[in-house]
Structure formats: C-alpha cells, structure tokens
C-alpha cells in the first residue's frame, strides 16, 4: 500500500475532511489497484454516484501509476467513458497502468468494476500526464499550502517518488 502523496489530497488524503480517501496498492509492473466505495456524499442523481466524481477516482489510480514510474506527474488530458451506472453503496474496484512514455509524455488507461475486481467495467479512462518537477508545485501552488506539504517528514520521500518495480 502506498502512502498519501499529500495529506489534504481530495483524492488520497487522509486529512481531508471530505475527500474520498482513497487507498492505493501497486499492482504488477507499472500499475496500481485502487477501491472507491461510493457514499451518499457522491451522488449526481438520486442514489447514482456522479460522473465527474468517478473521473476524480481514476484519474487519483492514474496519478499514482505515473508517480510510481518515479516522477510527479501532471494530467494533461482525462477521456471517460461511462458504461454503467454506478449506485450509491456500490465499491468501485479500479485497475489502472501505464501504456507507454515518450519523453515526459506518459500514457495510461483505467477501468472501474462493480461486485469485485473481475466485475464488469463500469467506468473507463485513457489519459495523459506530463511528468514535471518540483518547481511546477511551489511556482503554481498557494504559498504557505506548499510550505505546509513542504514541512511534511515524509516529503523527501514524496518527491523522490517510488522506484517499486522498477
Ligand atoms: C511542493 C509540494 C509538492 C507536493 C507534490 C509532490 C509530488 C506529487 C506528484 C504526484 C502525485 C502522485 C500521485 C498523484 C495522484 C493523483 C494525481 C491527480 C493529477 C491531477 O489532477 S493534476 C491537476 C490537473 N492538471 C493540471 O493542473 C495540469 C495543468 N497543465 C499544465 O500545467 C501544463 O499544460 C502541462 C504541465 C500539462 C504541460 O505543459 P508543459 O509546458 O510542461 O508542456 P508542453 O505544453 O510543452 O507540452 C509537452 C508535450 O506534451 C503535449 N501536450 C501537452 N498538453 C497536452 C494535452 N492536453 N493533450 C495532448 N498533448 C499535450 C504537447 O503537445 C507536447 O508534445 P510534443 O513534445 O510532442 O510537442
């Protein structure tokens, strides 16, 4: 299991409030296993979790692949395609790996599968993040929420990413 890139993360952070806490393993190769339970808090219509709140999900999987390849890394682009809708109480299993790099150029796909992690997909993504350094966090980044992640015991580690299967 892979610690929280950032502790306010809305995706991963365990000090946020009100984010979806996700918790992340790596998988075989370059890829990452990740569950989202969906809650009354995630809705977009009537007990049916809210498209753009799954984007949020993969997209948090597909980060963390490109983190493992040991860069940060930014989205560029996030397509998604939804095949299923996606109730309230349902656990979202989700897969996802890189495809390719070229350059800073990193591509990658995801899916999210309901009733288990051999389910039918319910929710797909193909994305590119551009791998980046440090300065693209403390020159963009609200000052002193930079110095905070910045304080963080672990952020030695947190920069230098992960080199686990490397
Ligand atoms: C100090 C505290 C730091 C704490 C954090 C530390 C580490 C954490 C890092 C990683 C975290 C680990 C896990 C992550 C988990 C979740 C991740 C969530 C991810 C996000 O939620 S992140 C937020 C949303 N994201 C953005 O906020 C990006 C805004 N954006 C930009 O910052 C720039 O836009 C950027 C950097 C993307 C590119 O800018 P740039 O100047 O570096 O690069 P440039 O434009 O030159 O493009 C170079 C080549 O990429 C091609 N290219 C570029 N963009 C393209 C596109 N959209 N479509 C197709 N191709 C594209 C060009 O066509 C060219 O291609 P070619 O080389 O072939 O010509």
Redesign the pocket.
């Known amino acids: 299991m892979l610690p929280s890139?950032?502790r306010r993360?809305y995706?991963?952070g365990p000090d946020h409030g009100a984010g979806l806490r996700m918790r992340l393993t790596v998988g075989q190769q370059a890829s990452i296993h990740a569950q989202l339970e969906v809650t009354d808090d995630h809705q977009g219509a009537p007990g049916l979790a809210h498209g753009g709140l799954l984007a949020c999900a993969l997209?948090?999987a597909?980060?963390?692949v490109?983190?493992l390849l040991g860069t940060?890394?930014?989205?560029?682009?996030l397509e998604t395609e939804y095949l299923t809708p996606v109730p309230v109480g349902s656990v979202l299993h989700i897969h996802a790996r890189c495809t390719g790099v070229t350059?800073?150029?990193i591509s990658l796909v995801a899916e999210g599968r309901r009733n288990g992690p051999t389910g039918s997909p319910a929710v797909r993504a193909t994305a590119?993040f551009?791998a980046?350094d440090?300065e693209?966090?403390?020159t963009h980044?609200r000052v002193h929420d930079?110095a905070q992640?910045?304080a963080d015991p672990d952020f030695d580690t947190?920069?230098r990413?992960f080199g686990i299967n490397p």
Not at 72 to 77: F, M
């Open positions: 890139h950032y993360c995706g991963c997209d948090e597909l980060g963390t490109a983190w940060p890394a930014v989205t560029a682009r350059g800073r150029k590119l551009l980046v440090l693209h966090f403390t980044g930079v992640a910045m947190i920069r990413a």
